[in-house]
């Protein structure tokens, strides 16, 4: 749910703190988000479930268990982390602030949260530090996305960081800073909390 550039600062994170140094662990970080430039519907590649309750949610532990034989391979990692990043957002940010909002409101309010996904590109790629590497494309085989359209979504992720002075300067409308930078850290927490639990 988060932005393509708080997923690349996730998984960058993520790569000091466990240790990965192969750069297809970045691109299965923002591989997910992938779906647009498919033009396919983001509950495939996101693997979107519904609770008993009728709430969705991103299902990583459905990801893992079907690449069982792949969650030691950088990029499937990198993919699983999305999908925990994810759950962690909707649960931190998007429910509190936007979900049960009634109408005319809600509207409104996703309109300012995502100009602050674009104000909040350069303020995290400053605060962070982050650079962009460019990463290499291999064919992966995960039938929710196509590995083709990557390339594409890395050039998208690339605008991102050319453009980061455009309107990070601005206020933001909806967010707050150090609340987005909490829910980021606590999101690698739980990543790394996850990798020591499947023994990584």
């Known amino acids: 749910m988060?932005?393509?550039?708080?997923?690349?600062?996730?998984?960058?994170?993520?790569?000091?703190?466990?240790?990965?140094?192969d750069d297809q662990f970045l691109l299965g970080g923002i591989a997910p988000d992938v779906h647009k430039n498919m033009n396919a519907p983001k509950s495939i590649?996101?693997?979107?479930?519904?609770?008993?309750?009728?709430?969705?949610?991103?299902?990583?532990?459905?990801?893992?268990?079907?690449?069982l034989n792949h969650?030691?391979?950088?990029f499937y990692l990198g993919y699983f982390y999305h999908l925990i990043s994810d759950?962690?957002?909707?649960?931190?940010?998007?429910?509190?602030?936007?979900?049960w909002l009634p109408q005319p409101d809600k509207k409104e309010a996703q309109l300012m949260y995502y100009r602050d996904f674009w104000r909040l590109n350069g303020k995290l790629i400053d605060?962070?530090?982050l650079e962009i590497k460019p990463l290499?494309?291999?064919?992966?085989?995960?039938?929710?996305?196509?590995?083709r359209?990557?390339?594409?979504?890395?050039?998208n992720l690339e605008v991102d960081f050319a453009m980061k002075d455009e309107a990070k300067e601005q206020?933001?409308?909806i967010l707050n800073f150090s609340e987005v930078i909490a829910v980021l850290e606590k999101t690698v927490r739980e990543c790394v909390a996850t990798s020591e639990v499947m023994g990584r």
């Open 127 to 129: 605060y962070y530090s």
């Open 149 to 155: 359209y990557l390339p594409e979504l890395m050039k």
């Open 45 to 67: 590649s996101h693997f979107i479930r519904a609770d008993r309750d009728g709430k969705f949610f991103a299902d990583y532990i459905g990801f893992s268990e079907k690449y």
């Open 2 to 21: 988060g932005s393509r550039v708080m997923h690349y600062c996730i998984t960058s994170l993520l790569a000091k703190e466990l240790q990965i140094e």
């Open 71 to 74: 969650m030691k391979d950088p």
């Open 171 to 173: 206020e933001l409308e």
């Open 87 to 99: 759950v962690v957002w909707v649960e931190e940010i998007y429910n509190k602030k936007i979900k």
């Open 136 to 147: 290499a494309v291999k064919l992966v085989e995960i039938e929710e996305i196509d590995y």
